[in-house]
């Protein structure tokens, strides 16, 4: 590949990174209004499910974006693949990658995951671990192994909350049961660092190596990672990893960072989609040979499509460390402490409680879960009947949108509806309070049965 890179073009980044000034409003309603552009009739409690990023972001990803308008041919074909080596070293220095050519950048979390399992040559006897909360499109993809490859799931089915000494020993169980049994093994055990509905951590710090102590593979979905708590890859040693950066770090949709360690790169031999970059062991009709080499070069061009947010990683970081008024550390003080007050507020106003647990860290992030006042049952007035239980989740996104501009992110989990609560440095606890009581209000029209009908 011939690369031609233009230092003045980095000149100009850092010129406009330096502009930051650093903000004198603090964290909450007026800081969404200083600093992002949500409509002011919208009120964003849902972070967790798409996530924003500030002005000055935006305004560096618009100059990104005229500047490949511009001139596409030498942006794309001669320029991408320099520029793009610096925000993969700054994302590998975020997560303690200490080799950059272990990390590449897709557009998504499922796409990383989805890369895992499309590459795996899976044999006879092998099977994926996992729990019943992993994310859908992951399980969707797994549903996809079992119907193609005939490859077996188990999945451990543990009620949440649970204390994190149960968690780890019903995965480790669960591994060398399958290891027990002949002809069996784990090929690939799946674990989140954040579980995304509900919104619950997940002790994969002890997991990781756990899982990895009975044979398996371990891939860590981490889609809730950067951003949200501490990663560090030198010290988890996982043998896959993918998180979003559109998440919670503020760089634009979509761009995420996908680690696959040295020792396992063989194992990933294509990109999804199968493109430019691909190394076959043998050319079509020649002899040519993969030479290990071809890992980041691949992931770097698929196609053409947008991703000039992929070189928004140092306008992000640069927010906020610059623009955050105590950088890092405020900013996870701030989103964890906003969720978690929240919370209780909202649990007050709705007359319920907050999922949680003794000894367990489910509520060490961002996220909260309030249970609404709705029960299930057809042996009285006023319950959801089963049979239209799945229909509320979405009545409460149209009706909440429609009706106050607020979206309620609701999941219906073992015949129990929760709210999941996001915190995040642009939302105050009066913010879901008045959301609280647009859901309640909600609820009491779904226990009158207005849910069924739409």
């Given at each position: 590949m011939?690369?031609?890179?233009?230092?003045?073009?980095?000149?100009?980044?850092?010129?406009?990174?330096?502009?930051?000034?650093?903000?004198?409003?603090?964290?909450?309603?007026?800081?969404?209004?200083?600093?992002?552009?949500?409509?002011?009739?919208?009120?964003?409690?849902?972070?967790?499910?798409?996530?924003a990023y500030p002005v000055s972001v935006r305004r560096a990803h618009d100059a990104l974006r005229a500047e490949v308008d511009g001139a596409p041919d030498p942006f794309i074909a001669l320029e991408f693949h320099d520029r793009l080596v610096p925000h993969r070293v700054?994302?590998?220095?975020l997560l303690n990658c200490p080799d950059a050519n272990e990390l590449v950048f897709v557009p998504n979390a499922t796409t990383g995951s989805d890369t895992v399992l499309?590459?795996?040559?899976?044999?006879?006897?092998?099977?994926?671990?996992?729990?019943?909360?992993?994310?859908?499109?992951?399980?969707?993809?797994?549903?996809?192994l079992e119907e193609t490859h005939g490859v077996k799931v188990h999945?451990?089915?543990?009620?949440?909350?649970?204390?994190?000494?149960?968690?780890?020993?019903?995965?480790?169980d669960a591994a060398r049961q399958i290891n027990s049994e002949?002809?069996?093994?784990?090929?690939?055990?799946?674990?989140?660092?954040?579980?995304?509905?509900?919104?619950?951590?997940?002790?994969?710090?002890?997991?990781?190596?756990?899982?990895?102590a009975e044979g398996a593979l371990v891939l860590v979905d981490g889609a809730h990672g950067i951003g949200h708590i501490p990663i560090d890859l030198a010290s988890l040693k996982p043998d896959f990893f993918v998180t979003n950066l559109h998440k919670w770090f503020f760089v634009p949709r979509g761009c995420a960072a996908f680690y696959v360690p040295k020792k396992h790169q063989h194992l990933v031999r294509t990109t999804l989609p199968t493109s430019h970059g691909f190394v076959p062991r043998k050319e079509l009709g020649g002899t040519k040979v993969d030479d290990g080499t071809a890992f980041v070069e691949q992931f770097d061009f698929t196609g053409t499509y947008d991703t000039?947010?992929?070189?928004?990683?140092?306008?992000?970081?640069?927010?906020?460390?610059?623009?955050c008024g105590g950088g890092e550390a405020a900013i996870q003080r701030y989103c964890h402490?906003?969720?978690?007050?929240?919370?209780?507020?909202?649990?007050?106003?709705?007359?319920?409680?907050?999922?949680?647990?003794?000894?367990?860290?489910?509520?060490?992030?961002?996220?909260?879960?309030?249970?609404?006042?709705?029960?299930?049952?057809?042996d009285g007035p006023g319950k959801v009947d089963p049979a239209h239980a799945n229909k509320v989740s979405d009545w409460f996104k149209v009706t909440g949108i429609r009706e106050s501009n607020t979206y309620f992110q609701t999941c219906l989990y073992r015949d129990v509806w929760w709210w999941r609560?996001?915190?995040?440095?642009?939302?105050?606890?009066?913010?879901?309070?008045?959301?609280?009581?647009?859901?309640?209000?909600l609820c009491e029209r779904v226990r009158n049965g207005e849910h069924v009908n739409g």
């Open positions: 011939t690369v031609i890179y233009h230092p003045d073009k980095k000149a100009k980044e850092n010129a406009m990174a330096a502009a930051l000034p650093k903000s004198e409003v603090p964290f909450g309603a007026a800081f969404r209004k200083a600093h992002f552009a949500f409509s002011p009739h919208y009120t964003p409690l849902n972070h967790g499910s798409y996530g700054l994302a590998a220095q499309k590459n795996l040559v899976w044999q006879e006897g092998d099977t994926v671990l996992c729990y019943e909360l992993i994310y859908d499109s992951l399980a969707k993809g797994l549903a996809w999945i451990v089915r543990v009620a949440w909350p649970l204390p994190d000494d149960e968690l780890v020993k019903a995965m480790v002949p002809g069996r093994r784990v090929r690939l055990a799946i674990i989140d660092t954040i579980v995304s509905m509900p919104g619950i951590r997940v002790p994969f710090e002890r997991l990781v190596p756990a899982l990895q000039t947010a992929w070189l928004c990683v140092q306008a992000a970081l640069d927010f906020r460390a610059k623009v402490e906003v969720a978690q007050r929240s919370a209780k507020a909202a649990a007050d106003i709705l007359g319920t409680s907050i999922m949680d647990c003794g000894s367990s860290c489910l509520r060490d992030c961002f996220f909260a879960n309030v249970r609404l006042p709705l029960e299930m049952g057809t609560i996001s915190g995040m440095v642009y939302v105050e606890v009066d913010d879901f309070r008045r959301g609280a009581e647009v859901l309640k209000g």
